[in-house]
């Protein structure tokens, strides 16, 4: 079993919408949880970060965690064309040695 | 900005070659990594370094080493490439231990026949 799933789409949404990400992890020691966001032909990008169990929002972007069920959610309202991606989630213990990502869920927005 | 930078973006190497990938930050981080990135299998640390020739293993070093001489340089060495490391290959840096945030390069697709 992967320390992180994620599924790898892709989701395809119209614009506007709003685009719900999961992720499932199975080491309940870990303790920070983010989202990055790649670009194709690029290096990933750090979106969101959180270190704790609820909601945290960032403009049109919200992280969720819930630790009790080990469950990662990223959440895009009123979804752009440039909001298409590969989105990444990530977690890990204290140190930030061995963070461990997800295989990444490709979103593409159509206009 | 923090800039990451990855020497070529692409390569092709042949069966047995010896490949350096190098790596360079400006923004004097203390960590430096090196993942490969496969379609399903998403990224995978093959090796950190936490201080000037410091380094550490990540979870897939077999067939690779690192280098890390000056503080801004780390560099990934494939001492007799194969298929099998046919990939993405991505650098990326970090400011300190507990900086959970990394800052990637763009990545540099080997391609090994």
């Known amino acids: 079993q992967k320390e992180v799933e994620q599924d790898p789409g892709p989701l395809s949404v119209p614009e506007g919408a709003i685009v719900s990400l999961n992720c499932t992890y199975s080491?309940?020691?870990?303790?920070?949880f983010m989202w990055y966001r790649q670009y194709s032909r690029k290096g990933p990008e750090l979106l969101m970060y959180?270190?704790?169990?609820g909601n945290k929002e960032d403009g049109r972007f919200t992280a969720q965690v819930d630790k009790s069920s080990k469950y990662i959610s990223l959440f895009i309202r009123d979804s752009q064309p440039s909001d298409s991606a590969t989105y990444l989630c990530?977690?890990?213990?204290?140190?930030?040695?061995?963070?461990?990502f997800g295989a990444g869920t490709r979103l593409f927005v159509k206009a | 900005d923090v800039k990451v930078t990855q020497s070529s973006r692409y390569l092709v190497k042949r069966t047995g070659e010896k490949v350096f990938l190098e790596c360079v930050q400006d923004?004097?981080?203390?960590?430096m990594f090196w993942y490969r990135q496969d379609p399903g299998l998403g990224l995978r640390l093959i090796y950190f370094?936490?201080?000037?020739?410091?380094?550490e293993k990540g979870d897939i070093p077999e067939g690779y080493s690192v280098s890390r001489e000056k503080k801004e340089r780390f560099s990934l060495i494939l001492e007799s490439a194969s298929t099998n490391q046919t990939s993405m290959y991505l650098c990326a840096s970090s400011f300190a231990s507990g900086s959970y945030e990394q800052y990637f390069g763009p990545g540099t697709r080997l391609t090994v026949t």
């Open positions: 080491n309940s020691a870990f303790q920070y």
């Open positions: 959180t270190y704790s169990s």
């Open positions: 990530a977690t890990g213990n204290t140190g930030g040695f061995k963070t461990i």
């Open positions: 370094s936490y201080d000037v020739k410091m380094k």
């Open positions: 923004m004097d981080h203390e960590n």
